[in-house]
Every structure is written in structure tokens, then in C-alpha cells.
DNA sequence: AATGAATGAGGGTTCATTCAT
DNA sequence: TATGAATGAACCCTCATTCAT
């Protein structure tokens, strides 16, 4: 499994890498912060300059605009929720080799995202709320998601549908149910529930099950 | 009117009936619509009152405050959202008669919270998006879920459990999957979905079908 | 003379009439004051309500922007700083009876604009200021000229030409010396010259004599 | 060099002589500019740093506010403006030989005032905005024109008085009806008509005779 | 009860000015 | 000397809320 490392090398927490500066760093920070707490219209750019510790201009120094911070917030997230690493070096195994398992793809895909819920929980906060929203966001997400993702994951849907091990619906529905467990499961871990309340494996193998039971021909 | 229980007759349109003035009803109506629109916080009340056709004093004579008019069309969403009498009547159906189905069940269930998801879309965007920010409104939900839901909800599951239809996990966590599954289902239907795409009968059909099997023993 | 009341009849005091409230009499009163002392850009909407007696907020609630308030002041100036009523009830004297002289329609014209500037000497000064840098004024000033004075103002220059009472050049010509010392009189006399160190009779006389000397054939 | 004080060697370029360095030429040519084009008080220091291509604290290490950079560019236009030198050369030249006719004087005041003002016209759209507002403005001028330039003009114009030329009015008046006569003609020309439309020599003589028409005795 | 003018605190944003580099 | 990031006061404007009518 040596392409398994790939995975591991997705830079996982957004916005704290390029070449900032230390007061947009700051800045991204406070802003991430407020905007999940108090979501982005009841978030002010007062409160933001105060957490940061910077004065109110410099923010419009960097951001020109409270609705240009959200976005060079949100924008970079698109990229990594998607993770499209994840499926890419997932389809070269398994097509290349033929050996991974139904199973295996949805427990490093699970894994994977679990991991990047818990690491950019505010991130994904905010980003979920303003999808509600701003238009530009969803499309940007639909775009994104077709462009990178959609193919991909369809080709081992399908892959794994003509092995007979997945229910003869279509692949788009499959993929639907795929997603919105996993994302419903995630949201209800990480956001929801208790927190340590379920161990992450208990809580892995039976979404797994729940998935590959509810699929299966 | 003993029938009032019955599922068809929960006035499944929230706050149109009481004993509102007409003026109150139209700032409702026109307070759902904007805050679904824009948002509870980006939402103006003189466009509310603009769009309701009263003066914007008005609106402060029914609903105090802009946070208070907000609950007042939150909050009844609460009492209908987790639909008892859906769970009540069926519970009495299945522990008095034994004739129902897990299947039965959920086919009721998903159909009527489809139903219910559509007549009151906005009203429930506007509650998913606050359950977000006001803690009031998590701990409400909590509260009408616990002492309301959750025990006959338990007594169903456990039921279909000692029967062998269900895996052998804790009644919490089959619960998580069924709700979990069936609201993302139903925002992926209602919300995101081109409407039209998927007609009810299969969407209803396959959501069955994936939770009944994901679920199995 | 019956028609000569005219003149006196035009409403010399501008944005006082109207039916405005009183508050919003008070804002346009004190607006014309600090956009008159400090111009239009330096001028804070801050001071403007306080001077008024105000809240600032009562400013926006009546002119949406500062530029609006700028321009319901400025505006009602053009319809009557080029005074039409001027032209148009000597043009009916002297071409229904032609009795009158060149040199009475310069008198009536530079007595009544001379009692015209004094009584409006800060709404003028904001009004030349900002012909020198809003277009859409200095289009609205032109086109006002051209629809209801240009015309005028030609045939009577050329009726007195025709007499032979006036130089042999193009009216247009004419009527820019006439119009440039008249208004740079006016500009002398009302903004820079001490008060009272000139009466008023010596400086319309010799105004009078000057014009009708210069353009003498 | 005897002649320097020649007509012809008056720096009529203001402001881009003396020993600057080329940041403070390029700092002075920008300001001009933007304040020209916008006004002082709607101008930014950004804007002008950014037109002169050097980083905004330059302007403000040569000139320590933005007030002080205004002054830096209006003061030296008031030795020029009212160009002393027209006057003592041409005073010298009646005087001495009693030669120059009074429309000689005439024509080589609007003949250098017209170039002067074509090739500052932005210097002057300043000067004459912000003489509007500042005080300290008014009273350089008043001062400048006491000191330099209102003795020689009143002695040239008792001269041509005293020959007979002129109207039998006080020598104030007379001034004053010749600076504003040519000051109107010059914006006329120059700020307000489209260019070429009349050309220069028919301009210059057209307002040569009217002045001297309207002042004969 | 209903209105809508008035309020003023707070919103996002701009900008002259400072200062460490 | 020149820079440009940083500042914070002030700017124009919005908005929930009040209150006289």
C-alpha cells in the first residue's frame, strides 16, 4: 500500500499554509472563528479586528470587503473537502491491482473525512451555512464536485456494481445515498453528538455496514 | 372528534391557524418568507413589514422584538417537526394489532415527513439554519425530542429487534441511522434536487429499501 | 408697467417652500449651511444633523444619500437661477409695445439677479462649486439654458442689434460678454467686495453703462 | 542676464522648476492632477501616491499633510498668477516712452493671461475651488495683489485717465472692471467653451473692444 | 390598534497619518 | 530616504426599536 501516504499528505488544515502574513493569518483566524460562532451576516468586523488583536482597517487592508474575507475563506475549502486525492489514489489501486474491496474504499474514504471534519469543524461550519445562501457558493461546489469528483467516484461505483457487489440502481442514486450517509454521519459525529461518546471505529465499521448492508444486491 | 389524532388531521401548515389577526398572520408570512430568503440576520424588518403591507411599528406591537418574532415562528415548527401523533398512532397499531411491518413504518414515516418538508420549506430552512446559532432552539429540540419521540421511537425499534429484523446494535444507533438517513434523503429531495427529477414513489421505495437492508440482521 | 409684478412675483427664496415637514426644513436648511461653508465632499452628514437639531439618521430617512441630499438642494436652483420669468415678461413688453431700451432690460435683468444672488448666496456657492466637478449639473445647467433662455435671450439681443443699438457680432457672442459681466459683477459685488462699500444704484449704473458701452456699434 | 525679468522668461510652468527631487516632481504633478480632477477635499493621498508611482509615507515625508502638500501647490501660483512682471515691464515701457496705447496694455495682459492660464488650467481649477474654502487663500491673494500688482495697475490706469481714455470713474472701479471682465473671458474661454471653437485673435480682439468701449470716457 | 417619523447605536468602509523596516 | 503595513478616527449609511399621533 504505498500509495496509501498520498492521503496523508493532503494538507488538511486550510488557510494557516501560503505565504501570509502574521496579521492575516490572525485575521483568518478570528474571522473563521466569529463567523462560525455567530454565522457570517451577524458577525461583525469589529469583533473580528478584536479577536484578532488588529485594528478594524486592517482587515479592509487585506480583505477589501467583509464579503471578499468570506470568500478567501470558503474558496480554498472547495478544493480540499473534496478531496479528490482520496478517490484518485483509491481508483489507480484499485483498477492497477484489482485487489481493494468495496469495504476498503469506503473506510479510507470515511476515515479520510472524518478526520478533515475534526480538523476544519468551522471551517465546514461556515461553509455549510453560507451555502444556504450565496449562490456563487453552491455553484462553485456543483462545479468542483463534476469537474473533480463525480467521474471518478462513478467509475468505482460502477466498478464495484458490475462485480455484483452493489444493488442495480443507478450509479448517481448509489452515489447519493454514498454521500449523504456519510456526510449525515459525519455532521451528527462531529457535530452533534456527545463527543467521545461512540469510539471513531465502533462508529466507522457500522456506518460501513449501514452503507455496504443498504447497498448490497 | 376522536379522530383528531389521526395522522391526516395534523394541521400540517404551522401558523396559519390560531387566533391571529389577519395583521399577524401577514407579518408571519412575510417574516418566513425573508428569514428563509435571506437569513434570520440579514433579513431587515422594514422589509418585512414592506412585504407583510403594515407599518413597521406594527410588527413591534405583535412581536416585541425582531428575535422574538423569530420564535414566535420557530418555535410551534418544534411540536409538528417531530410529528408524535406519526409514532403514536403507529406504535398503537403495531403493539395493539401486531400486523405492522418495519417497513410499514417507515413508508409511513418518510411519506408524511415528505409531505410535511414540502408545506413548510421555508419554515424549515429558516429552523435548520438557526438550530445553528441559537442554543435555545438546540436545547428545545433536545427537550420535545426526549420527552416526546424517543421513547416511543425506542419501543418501536426495540420491538422489530426482539423480532429479528433489525441488526444487533443499540437501539441509539439504529435510531441515529433511520433519522439520519431519512433527513438527509429528504433535504437532498426537497432542497437540492431538481425538483421532478426522481419521483416520490421511487425515492420513497429506495430509501426503504437502503435503510431495511443497511439495517438488517 | 401690469406685467412687471411678474419679476416680483418668482419665488426668490428656494427650498423653503414646498411642503416639506419641518424637520426636513430644518436638515435642508442646515445641509445648504455646511455644504456651503465647507463644500460638498468636506462636509459630514454628522455635522449637517447636528447643526439641524437632529439625528443623523433622520438625514437618511428623508434624502437616501448624501449626494441626494445634494442634489434636492441643488436641483430647484437651475429652474430658478436663470429666471425665465425675467426674459419672458420683458420680451412680451418690449415686443408687444417696444417701447422698452436695451438699457431697461439690462436693469431689470442685473436688479432683479443681483436681489436673486443676495438672497440665496449660499445655495449659489455650492452650486458653482460643484459645477466644477459633477457633470451631471453642469449637463442639467446647459440644458435648462438652452430650453428656456437661449431663445429668448437671442431674439431680444437681436431685436436691439436690428435697431442698431448693438455691435455687429454673432448674438451668441453678445450675449456671452453680457452674461459673464453680469455674473462676474455679481460675483464681485455679493461674494468678495466688502458690503455696503458700493450702493447699489452706483454699481448697477455703472454695470449698465459698461455693457452697453462695450457692445455699442 | 538683464532681461530675465522679460515677459517671455516668466516661468508660466509652475511647479516643475526649483530643486525637487524627481519623487517630489512626480508627488506635485500627481496632486495636481487628482486634486484638479477631483477636488482637494475628495481627493486620497492613495490615489495621488499611486498616479505618481511612489509608495503613499513618501508623500507625506516631503510634505507633512495633505494640507501642506495643497499649499506647496497653490502658494507659488500667486506670484504667477498675478504676474507683477506684466505690469512693471509694461509700466516701464509707457512710462519711459510713453509709447503703448492703452490697447497695447490691454493686449498683452490677456494675451499673457490666456497662455498663462492654458498651461496651468488644472494649477488654477485648484487655486480658484479652494480659495472658496480657505481663508488663508483669500487673504495670500488680497495680499499679493496690494503689495504687487494693484499700485502699478492703478497708476497705469489714472495714466490713460488722465490722457482722457478712460471713463471718469474711480481708478478702484475701473480695475475692477477690467480684471473681471478679462477673469470671466478667460474661464469662458478656457474652462467652459469647447476648445477652438473661437479662435484667439478673434477672442483677444472681441474683448480688447469691449472693454475698451465699455471704459471710454 | 396601527402608523411611520424619528432615533442613535452600530454597521462596513475609507483615509490621512505613523512608524518599523 | 523610501516604503507600505498598520492604525483608528471619522465617514456614510442601516436598522431594530420607540413613541406621538
Redesign the pocket.
Known amino acids: 500500500m504505498t500509495e496509501k501516504d498520498n492521503i496523508d499528505d493532503i494538507p488538511e488544515l486550510i488557510n494557516v499554509d501560503e505565504n501570509l502574513?502574521?496579521?492575516?493569518k490572525l485575521i483568518l483566524q478570528s474571522a473563521i472563528e466569529v463567523f462560525s460562532e455567530k454565522g457570517y451576516a451577524a458577525?461583525?468586523?469589529?469583533?473580528i479586528a478584536k479577536k484578532a488583536g488588529?485594528?478594524?482597517?486592517?482587515?479592509?487592508?487585506?480583505y477589501?470587503?467583509?464579503?471578499k474575507l468570506l470568500i478567501s475563506i470558503v474558496m480554498p475549502l472547495f478544493s480540499h473537502i473534496l478531496a479528490p486525492t482520496v478517490l484518485k489514489s483509491f481508483k489507480r489501486e484499485v483498477f492497477d491491482n484489482g485487489y481493494e474491496s468495496f469495504e476498503g474504499f469506503l473506510r479510507v474514504l470515511i476515515k479520510n473525512r472524518l478526520e478533515f471534519a475534526r480538523k476544519n469543524l468551522p471551517l465546514l461550519k461556515i461553509l455549510i451555512q453560507e451555502m444556504a445562501f450565496q449562490e456563487e457558493f453552491r455553484d462553485r461546489f456543483q462545479k468542483v464536485f463534476r469537474d473533480n469528483i463525480y467521474g471518478k467516484f462513478k467509475d468505482i461505483i460502477k466498478y464495484y456494481k458490475d462485480k455484483g457487489e452493489l444493488v442495480d440502481w443507478e450509479e448517481d442514486d448509489i452515489i447519493r445515498y454514498i454521500i449523504s450517509t456519510i456526510v449525515s454521519s459525519l455532521i451528527t459525529k462531529v457535530l452533534i453528538m456527545p463527543p467521545k461518546e461512540l469510539d471513531d471505529e465502533k462508529f466507522i465499521d457500522q456506518t460501513i455496514r449501514f452503507i455496504i448492508s443498504g447497498l448490497k444486491k
Not at 458577525?43 to 469583533?47: D, H, L, P, R, V
Not at 488588529?54 to 487585506?62: L, N, Q, S, Y
Not at 477589501?64 to 464579503?67: E, G, L, M, P, S
Request: glycine share 4%; net charge positive; charged share 25%.
Open positions: 502574513t502574521p496579521k492575516q458577525a461583525s468586523t469589529n469583533e488588529v485594528a478594524e482597517g486592517t482587515i479592509f487592508r487585506h477589501a470587503t467583509k464579503k
